[in-house]
């Protein structure tokens, strides 16, 4: 019998509910269960691939191709699971399946409501999930916070689950924040009982809390959570701030939090040990021995969650090198107006992201030509490697206004352009080139030594590529097709030859990247910026 626990949070949003369930996962994957993690989202897009990252933060690429919320890195990153398009899932795609059914007649002769029909919907996705990904347990993130007109449905659909799978198969976890006024010097209940009690007014009873407070809650403090909010004392966890997000699972762990869920659902498992995490990631990531300072050069540096998944690939990339990776993050659109060296003189790497539209693409190239002429480690991915592929045939190959037809569709010189297969498509939803692709390396390059394999998988997200009639001419002044996609011979990693590491991928290997296991690119592109950093000291 399969076992679902669903995580809500109540009080203010960026809580951490993401981290919080994906840490769950983690204890439990450590007592030996097989978990699988679901997110549910209110909005209304089908899915956030249609939104500015402004408006979502990073669009998360799933194996098989599926654009979804960043929490699902989150979930990959903690835990071993691999996500796929049935662990998200939006009103957008709720409404949608529903009216389809209805204007095929499923239901005919019946008025379609939110209850039952949308909550029906909601409920038989996450058995889907459950059953498609063959967990154990099932951990089912509701987007939102508690009390949001948006998210009731979920909130129904979450109620009347342990109706359908019995008291014991479901746990409702509820993440909630106890504040500190400083006035007062205490901190505060009160939010959180309120927001208790918005989800028992929906007739869901929490069964464990955890707090986010900045101070410690004293047993007076979880006494009083117990009694106003009628969840037992030692199902109040206390989550304070940590340094590293990677700590939540042990704080977890700590304060019992698996072995309440196991007792709940009657779960007899192997008693856990986290020895290895802390030793290969939170010890390692607390404890570093040096620091670099890496440029991320992006159209999208005001939001810390636009490039989710590379802040963490880096970091991870700085644990396997006992590295602090310090950050400078770089509006491409402030390097049009001064020029790059004034931003990237005093930094040992550059990282080129991916994007969309032309705003702050001049920056980047800038950006490129500097660490190119340098001889700064840099690490171009999607947009960043169509950035590499211009400067070079701009600067290099003498290429006068050479461009992407993204950014001019009348350029003389269009060496990035549409990829074939894009040309007949009209709608914007779910129609990039989306997912896991196979690459094979050249030997001898410096993708095949950084991956030391012949054949590699990434994922991708993009409608344009490498136009093929520039190679030779690219080829012929240095720059190296390092990794092809033979099936249709398309160019996914550009590198050059007179440089310590210049490597430019089509693809965003920013997914694949753990805390015990970094993306070799990210992780070879921090030891050369080390090595650089060494040099010019
Ligand atoms: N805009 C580019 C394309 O569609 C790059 C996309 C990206 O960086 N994800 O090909």
């Not at 205490?186 to 707090?211: N, W």
């Not at 030692?234 to 340094?243: K, N």
Request: proline residues 4%; glycine residues 8%.
């Amino acid at each position: 019998m399969t076992k679902y626990i669903f995580t809500t949070g109540g009080v203010i949003s960026s809580l951490g509910k993401g981290i919080a369930s994906a840490s769950i996962g983690k204890i439990l994957e450590s007592r030996g269960l097989k978990i699988a993690l679901v997110k549910l989202d209110p909005y209304i897009n089908v899915d956030p691939g249609t939104m500015n990252p402004y408006q979502h933060g990073e669009v998360y690429v799933t194996e098989d191709g599926a654009e979804t919320d960043l929490d699902l890195g989150h979930y990959e990153r903690f835990t071993l699971t691999e996500t796929t398009k049935f662990n998200n899932v939006t009103t957008g795609q709720v409404y949608n399946a529903v009216i389809a059914k209805e204007r095929r007649g499923d239901y005919l002769g019946k008025t379609i409501q939110v209850i039952p029909h949308i909550t029906n919907e909601i409920k038989e996705r996450i058995k889907k999930a459950a059953q498609v990904l063959k967990a154990d347990v099932v951990i089912i993130e509701i987007g939102g916070t508690v009390g949001d007109i948006e998210s009731l449905p979920f909130l129904e659909a979450a109620r009347q689950f342990r109706l359908d799978v019995g008291f014991d198969n479901v746990l409702y976890i509820h993440l909630t924040l106890i504040p500190y006024v400083k006035s007062a010097d205490e901190i505060k209940t009160k939010p959180t009982q309120h927001s208790v009690g918005k989800l028992r007014e929906i007739g869901i009873q929490p069964d464990v809390l955890i707090c986010r407070t900045e101070k410690p809650l004293s047993e007076d403090i979880k006494e009083k959570i117990s009694l106003f909010c009628n969840v037992r004392k030692d199902a109040v966890i206390e989550a304070r701030d940590a340094e590293s997000i990677y700590q939540i699972p042990l704080i977890f762990k700590e304060q019992g939090l698996d072995k309440i869920i196991l007792t709940h659902f009657n779960l007899h498992c192997k008693t856990m040990d986290l020895k290895d995490w802390y030793k290969n990631v939170v010890e390692k990531e607390l404890y570093p021995k040096h620091k670099v300072h890496i440029a991320v050069v992006g159209k999208y540096i005001g939001l810390q969650d636009a490039y989710k998944s590379i802040y963490e690939a880096l970091n991870h990339a700085g644990i396997y090198n006992n590295a602090k990776v310090i950050l400078k993050r770089i509006d491409s659109e402030d390097i049009e107006k001064v020029g790059a060296e004034k931003f990237l003189k005093d930094v040992s790497g550059a990282l080129i992201p991916g994007g969309f539209g032309y705003r702050g693409i001049e920056g980047k190239i800038a950006a490129v030509r500097f660490a190119r002429e340098n001889h700064i480690p840099l690490l171009g991915l999607c947009l960043g490697m169509q950035c590499s592929v211009i400067e070079f045939s701009r600067n290099v190959c003498g290429l006068v206004g050479a461009n992407s037809t993204e950014f001019n569709p009348k350029t003389r010189y269009p060496v990035i352009s549409l990829l074939e297969e894009q040309k007949k498509i009209k709608d914007m939803g779910g129609t990039m080139r989306l997912g896991a692709y196979p690459c094979r390396l050249k030997r001898g390059s410096l993708a095949s030594k950084v991956y030391k394999k012949e054949l590699v998988s990434e994922r991708h997200r993009h409608r344009f590529e490498f136009n093929n009639k520039y190679r030779k001419v690219l080829e012929k002044k240095g720059m190296v097709f390092s990794g092809i996609y033979q099936k249709k011979n398309l160019v996914e990693i550009v590198e050059l030859k007179d440089h310590p590491y210049f490597i430019a991928v089509q693809y965003h290997p920013e997914f694949k990247s753990k805390p015990d296991k970094p993306h070799p690119l990210f992780r070879d592109f921090i030891n050369a910026a080390l090595k650089f950093q060494e040099k010019k000291t």
